[in-house]
């Protein structure tokens, strides 16, 4: 079992933006697949969820910290 790892907010935020890169990729290629598949509504509904993502893309931390 791995130990846990105590993260700074820089390595928490690294992280995050790596898995948040990954689910979009991943999302993209189900997307081919459905086009392969002639799945085009699997596709659109897919595209719409990736263009969300990236529109509401989590804000940095560093900025975010700055509560007042």
Not at 32 to 43: D, F, G, I, S
Request: glycine residues 4%; charged residues 30%; contains cysteine.
């Amino acid at each position: 079992m791995k130990k846990n790892k105590n993260l700074t907010s820089e390595e928490y935020d690294e992280a995050m933006a790596y898995e948040y890169t990954g689910l979009i990729n991943a999302l993209g290629y189900l997307c081919q697949e459905a086009t392969q598949a002639k799945l085009e509504l699997v596709c659109l509904h897919l595209n719409i969820a990736i263009d969300e993502l990236k529109e509401h893309r989590r804000p940095d931390t560093k900025s975010n910290s700055k509560t007042g």
